[in-house]
Protein backbone atom coordinates (compact mmCIF):
# COMPACT_ATOMS: atom_id res chain seq x y z
CA UNK A 1 0.00 0.00 0.00
CA UNK A 2 1.38 3.10 -0.99
CA UNK A 3 1.78 6.08 1.64
CA UNK A 4 -0.76 9.09 1.20
CA UNK A 5 2.02 11.69 1.55
CA UNK A 6 5.44 10.38 -0.62
CA UNK A 7 6.95 13.16 0.44
CA UNK A 8 6.36 13.06 3.96
CA UNK A 9 7.91 9.61 4.43
CA UNK A 10 11.27 10.29 2.27
CA UNK A 11 11.71 13.10 4.72
CA UNK A 12 11.21 10.74 7.91
CA UNK A 13 13.34 8.10 6.39
CA UNK A 14 16.09 11.06 5.74
CA UNK A 15 16.02 11.88 9.55
CA UNK A 16 15.88 8.40 11.07
CA UNK A 17 18.69 7.72 8.85
CA UNK A 18 20.44 10.70 9.84
CA UNK A 19 20.13 9.95 13.42
CA UNK A 20 21.60 5.96 13.24
CA UNK A 21 25.14 7.65 11.80
CA UNK A 22 27.22 6.48 14.65
CA UNK A 23 28.08 10.32 15.79
CA UNK A 24 24.81 10.48 16.96
CA UNK A 25 24.26 7.46 18.47
CA UNK A 26 24.58 8.77 21.89
CA UNK A 27 21.79 10.95 21.52
CA UNK A 28 19.12 8.40 20.18
CA UNK A 29 20.00 5.95 23.57
CA UNK A 30 18.77 6.89 27.02
CA UNK A 31 20.35 7.71 30.18
CA UNK A 32 21.65 4.66 31.82
CA UNK A 33 21.60 4.41 35.75
CA UNK A 34 21.24 8.50 35.64
CA UNK A 35 24.19 8.97 34.45
CA UNK A 36 25.19 11.22 31.66
CA UNK A 37 26.71 10.17 28.74
CA UNK A 38 30.49 10.89 28.52
CA UNK A 39 31.13 13.79 26.21
CA UNK A 40 27.88 15.62 27.92
CA UNK A 41 29.72 14.90 31.03
CA UNK A 42 32.78 16.57 29.95
CA UNK A 43 30.88 19.43 28.05
CA UNK A 44 29.28 20.30 31.78
CA UNK A 45 32.68 19.61 33.88
CA UNK A 46 34.47 22.12 31.65
CA UNK A 47 31.34 24.62 32.02
CA UNK A 48 31.14 24.46 35.66
CA UNK A 49 34.92 25.06 36.13
CA UNK A 50 35.07 27.71 34.27
CA UNK A 51 35.34 31.41 36.20
CA UNK A 52 32.61 33.56 36.44
CA UNK A 53 34.74 36.52 35.01
CA UNK A 54 37.03 36.38 32.12
CA UNK A 55 40.90 36.47 33.74
CA UNK A 56 42.31 39.91 33.35
CA UNK A 57 45.64 40.44 31.23
CA UNK A 58 48.51 40.46 33.55
CA UNK A 59 50.01 44.00 32.91
CA UNK A 60 46.08 45.47 34.13
CA UNK A 61 46.41 42.88 37.10
CA UNK A 62 49.77 43.94 38.16
CA UNK A 63 48.71 47.87 37.49
CA UNK A 64 46.22 47.05 39.76
CA UNK A 65 47.98 45.54 42.63
CA UNK A 66 50.70 47.84 42.57
CA UNK A 67 51.46 49.12 45.92
CA UNK A 68 51.16 52.78 46.24
CA UNK A 69 54.98 54.22 47.10
CA UNK A 70 55.59 56.09 50.84
CA UNK A 71 55.60 59.95 50.45
CA UNK A 72 59.67 59.84 50.79
CA UNK A 73 60.34 57.31 47.83
CA UNK A 74 58.38 59.46 45.58
CA UNK A 75 60.30 62.25 43.59
CA UNK A 76 58.85 65.92 44.47
CA UNK A 77 58.34 67.98 40.87
CA UNK A 78 58.93 71.16 42.54
CA UNK A 79 61.20 71.08 45.71
CA UNK A 80 61.98 74.39 47.50
CA UNK A 81 64.63 76.18 47.00
CA UNK A 82 65.84 75.66 50.68
CA UNK A 83 65.88 72.26 49.83
CA UNK A 84 67.81 72.52 46.77
CA UNK A 85 70.54 75.06 48.44
CA UNK A 86 70.89 72.03 51.02
CA UNK A 87 71.68 69.33 48.74
CA UNK A 88 73.84 71.15 46.39
CA UNK A 89 76.21 72.02 49.49
CA UNK A 90 76.01 68.45 51.14
CA UNK A 91 76.89 66.92 46.98
CA UNK A 92 79.95 69.80 47.00
CA UNK A 93 80.56 68.36 50.54
CA UNK A 94 80.92 64.83 49.77
CA UNK A 95 82.32 65.09 46.22
CA UNK A 96 85.32 67.46 48.11
CA UNK A 97 86.05 65.24 50.54
CA UNK A 98 86.41 62.34 48.27
CA UNK A 99 88.97 64.20 46.23
CA UNK A 100 90.72 65.21 48.92
CA UNK A 101 91.20 61.61 50.76
CA UNK A 102 94.67 61.08 48.78
CA UNK A 103 95.82 59.02 52.34
CA UNK A 104 93.47 56.67 52.50
CA UNK A 105 95.49 53.71 51.33
CA UNK A 106 98.91 52.97 51.21
CA UNK A 107 98.39 52.90 47.15
CA UNK A 108 96.58 56.20 47.17
CA UNK A 109 98.20 59.13 44.70
CA UNK A 110 99.77 60.35 48.86
CA UNK A 111 99.83 57.17 50.32
CA UNK A 112 103.73 57.05 50.78
CA UNK A 113 102.84 60.04 53.81
CA UNK A 114 100.05 58.25 55.18
CA UNK A 115 102.19 57.36 58.17
CA UNK A 116 103.07 60.94 58.54
CA UNK A 117 99.12 61.85 58.44
CA UNK A 118 98.17 59.28 60.73
CA UNK A 119 100.58 60.32 63.45
CA UNK A 120 99.20 63.95 63.39
CA UNK A 121 96.20 62.49 62.99
CA UNK A 122 97.22 60.66 66.76
CA UNK A 123 97.83 63.93 68.21
CA UNK A 124 94.50 64.91 68.62
CA UNK A 125 93.05 62.07 69.75
CA UNK A 126 90.89 61.59 73.06
CA UNK A 127 93.29 59.09 74.50
CA UNK A 128 96.54 60.98 73.88
CA UNK A 129 95.17 63.77 75.53
CA UNK A 130 93.25 62.32 78.43
CA UNK A 131 96.63 60.15 79.06
CA UNK A 132 98.57 62.88 78.84
CA UNK A 133 97.44 64.89 81.15
CA UNK A 134 96.79 62.28 83.79
CA UNK A 135 100.39 62.00 83.63
CA UNK A 136 101.17 65.42 83.21
CA UNK A 137 98.98 66.07 86.64
CA UNK A 138 100.78 63.13 88.52
CA UNK A 139 104.38 64.90 88.00
CA UNK A 140 102.90 68.57 88.68
CA UNK A 141 104.29 70.00 92.05
CA UNK A 142 102.34 73.52 92.14
CA UNK A 143 99.10 74.64 93.01
CA UNK A 144 98.70 76.54 89.34
CA UNK A 145 99.66 73.25 87.44
CA UNK A 146 96.87 71.65 88.78
CA UNK A 147 94.65 73.30 88.86
CA UNK A 148 95.18 74.02 85.44
CA UNK A 149 95.60 70.54 84.33
CA UNK A 150 92.26 69.50 86.44
CA UNK A 151 90.08 71.58 84.12
CA UNK A 152 91.62 70.50 81.24
CA UNK A 153 91.00 67.35 81.93
CA UNK A 154 87.12 67.83 82.47
CA UNK A 155 87.17 69.61 79.41
CA UNK A 156 88.70 66.76 77.71
CA UNK A 157 85.87 64.23 79.46
CA UNK A 158 83.10 66.83 78.45
CA UNK A 159 84.75 66.93 74.95
CA UNK A 160 84.81 63.23 74.32
CA UNK A 161 81.35 62.64 75.95
CA UNK A 162 79.45 65.48 74.17
CA UNK A 163 80.81 64.39 70.51
CA UNK A 164 80.39 60.99 71.38
CA UNK A 165 76.56 61.96 71.84
CA UNK A 166 76.22 64.24 69.16
CA UNK A 167 77.58 61.31 66.65
CA UNK A 168 75.41 58.66 68.20
CA UNK A 169 72.14 60.86 67.24
CA UNK A 170 73.51 61.95 63.99
CA UNK A 171 75.01 58.69 62.57
CA UNK A 172 76.81 60.19 59.64
CA UNK A 173 79.01 58.17 58.12
CA UNK A 174 82.54 59.22 56.36
CA UNK A 175 83.09 59.95 52.73
CA UNK A 176 85.05 56.68 52.39
CA UNK A 177 83.82 53.27 53.82
CA UNK A 178 86.81 52.76 56.46
CA UNK A 179 86.23 51.20 59.94
CA UNK A 180 86.98 53.07 62.97
CA UNK A 181 90.08 51.97 64.68
CA UNK A 182 90.76 50.30 68.00
CA UNK A 183 90.97 53.95 69.99
CA UNK A 184 88.32 55.23 68.13
CA UNK A 185 86.03 52.69 69.62
CA UNK A 186 87.32 53.47 72.94
CA UNK A 187 86.71 57.23 72.96
CA UNK A 188 83.46 56.41 70.89
CA UNK A 189 84.16 58.17 68.32
CA UNK A 190 82.71 55.88 65.34
CA UNK A 191 80.72 57.92 63.19
CA UNK A 192 81.94 61.10 61.56
CA UNK A 193 79.53 63.70 62.10
CA UNK A 194 81.06 65.52 64.24
CA UNK A 195 84.90 65.58 63.80
CA UNK A 196 85.99 64.48 67.41
CA UNK A 197 89.69 65.14 66.67
CA UNK A 198 88.74 68.99 65.15
CA UNK A 199 86.53 69.58 68.15
CA UNK A 200 89.20 68.70 70.54
CA UNK A 201 92.29 70.47 69.05
CA UNK A 202 90.60 73.37 68.50
CA UNK A 203 89.59 73.36 72.11
CA UNK A 204 92.43 72.29 73.36
CA UNK A 205 94.62 75.37 71.42
CA UNK A 206 92.26 77.51 72.66
CA UNK A 207 92.84 76.21 76.07
CA UNK A 208 96.49 76.43 76.06
CA UNK A 209 96.71 79.89 74.18
CA UNK A 210 94.19 81.69 76.92
CA UNK A 211 95.96 79.88 79.78
CA UNK A 212 99.59 79.47 78.84
CA UNK A 213 102.23 82.15 78.24
CA UNK A 214 103.93 81.69 74.72
CA UNK A 215 105.73 83.11 72.64
CA UNK A 216 104.31 84.47 69.01
CA UNK A 217 105.95 81.81 66.85
CA UNK A 218 104.63 78.65 69.47
CA UNK A 219 101.24 80.35 69.26
CA UNK A 220 101.22 80.08 65.44
CA UNK A 221 102.33 77.01 65.95
CA UNK A 222 99.71 75.77 68.08
CA UNK A 223 96.70 76.97 65.69
CA UNK A 224 98.56 76.00 62.69
CA UNK A 225 98.89 71.89 64.41
CA UNK A 226 94.53 72.70 65.11
CA UNK A 227 94.41 73.49 61.56
CA UNK A 228 96.46 70.44 60.64
CA UNK A 229 95.14 67.62 62.66
CA UNK A 230 91.25 68.70 61.61
CA UNK A 231 92.75 68.68 57.86
CA UNK A 232 94.58 65.12 58.64
CA UNK A 233 91.12 63.48 59.25
CA UNK A 234 89.82 64.54 55.89
CA UNK A 235 93.19 63.61 53.65
CA UNK A 236 92.58 60.05 55.65
CA UNK A 237 89.22 59.64 54.29
CA UNK A 238 87.46 59.62 58.10
CA UNK A 239 85.41 62.62 57.99
CA UNK A 240 83.72 65.42 55.50
CA UNK A 241 84.54 68.87 55.23
CA UNK A 242 81.36 69.92 57.28
CA UNK A 243 82.13 67.56 59.74
CA UNK A 244 85.98 69.21 60.50
CA UNK A 245 84.29 72.80 60.31
CA UNK A 246 81.13 71.63 62.63
CA UNK A 247 83.71 69.75 64.84
CA UNK A 248 86.24 73.28 65.49
CA UNK A 249 82.71 74.71 66.48
CA UNK A 250 82.06 72.75 69.14
CA UNK A 251 85.34 72.82 70.65
CA UNK A 252 85.41 76.70 71.13
CA UNK A 253 81.90 75.86 72.43
CA UNK A 254 83.12 73.19 74.97
CA UNK A 255 86.04 76.28 75.43
CA UNK A 256 83.36 78.82 76.72
CA UNK A 257 81.10 76.05 78.50
CA UNK A 258 84.61 75.43 80.58
CA UNK A 259 85.28 79.40 81.18
CA UNK A 260 82.10 79.80 82.62
CA UNK A 261 82.37 76.50 84.93
CA UNK A 262 85.68 76.87 86.04
CA UNK A 263 87.16 75.32 89.11
CA UNK A 264 89.13 77.18 91.45
CA UNK A 265 92.40 75.97 92.72
CA UNK A 266 90.74 74.67 96.64
CA UNK A 267 88.06 73.13 93.99
CA UNK A 268 90.91 71.44 92.47
CA UNK A 269 92.48 70.32 95.58
CA UNK A 270 89.54 68.60 97.08
CA UNK A 271 89.22 67.02 94.06
CA UNK A 272 92.84 65.41 94.21
CA UNK A 273 92.06 64.39 98.10
CA UNK A 274 89.42 62.65 97.35
CA UNK A 275 91.04 60.69 94.04
CA UNK A 276 94.09 58.94 93.79
CA UNK A 277 96.68 61.86 93.48
CA UNK A 278 96.80 62.58 97.16
CA UNK A 279 99.47 65.38 97.26
CA UNK A 280 98.75 66.34 100.87
CA UNK A 281 99.39 63.40 102.50
CA UNK A 282 103.15 62.62 100.62
CA UNK A 283 104.28 66.11 101.30
Given at each position: ????????????D???????R?????????????????????????????????????N????????????????????????????????????????????????????S??????L??????????????L????????????????N?????????????????????????????????????D????????????????????????????????????????????????Q????????G?????????L?E?????????????????F??????
Amino acid sequence: MMPLNPSLSRSKDRSGSVLGRPEFLSLNQPLRHGRPSRRTSQWKTHQNHQPENPPEPENTRERREAPKLPDEDCMLLNPSFKGIAINSLLAIDICLSKRLGICVHSSSSWGSVRSVVVLLALTGHGMTWICGTLVCLMQSNTLAGQELLINLLIALVLDVLTVAGVQKLVRRKGPWDISPGVLDWVVLDSYSFPAAHASRAAMVSKFLLSHLVLAVPLRVLLVLWAFLVGLSRVLLGQHHLTDIACGFALGFLHFRLMESVWLSSSACQTLISMGTFNWGSTR
